[in-house]
């Protein structure tokens, strides 16, 4: 399985979760990077994306409060998570993609449930 997500678990609001993607079986480096996620019931929504350059970019509904980042040389992504709310109960998912090709790569997801 070239992603596999971790991390996910269940916590009261206001705390915190971090959650990391292995990635095997593929250049890691020529890859952009997301977390997406998926609340029963919902489309699913991008989270955070970060290019090949560490650039990052999130939802408006993450904002100064999670935070994506890359450790190229493990092969992982992970997605800090703060200050965390009820409505970030979903199945957190990791994805990687080479932009202008097919190659893209999605996770199984892990769960995030947050109890107010």
């Keep these: 399985v070239p992603l596999v997500e971790s991390g996910g678990g269940s916590v009261q609001s206001g705390g915190s979760?971090?959650?990391?993607?292995?990635?095997?079986?593929?250049?890691?480096?020529?890859?952009?990077?997301?977390?997406?996620?998926?609340?029963?019931?919902?489309?699913?929504?991008r989270v955070a994306i970060i290019g090949r350059d560490g650039s990052t970019a999130y939802a408006d509904s993450v904002k100064g409060r999670f935070t994506i980042s890359r450790d190229n040389a493990k092969m992982t992504l992970y997605l800090q998570m703060n200050s965390l709310k009820s409505d970030d109960t979903a199945m957190y998912y990791c994805a990687?993609?080479?932009?202008?090709?097919?190659?893209?790569?999605?996770g199984l997801g892990t769960q995030v449930t947050v109890s107010s």
């Design 17 to 45: 979760l971090r959650l990391s993607c292995a990635a095997s079986g593929f250049t890691f480096i020529d890859y952009q990077m997301a977390w997406f996620r998926q609340a029963p019931g919902k489309e699913r929504e």
């Design 96 to 106: 990687a993609w080479v932009c202008g090709t097919e190659k893209k790569y999605w």
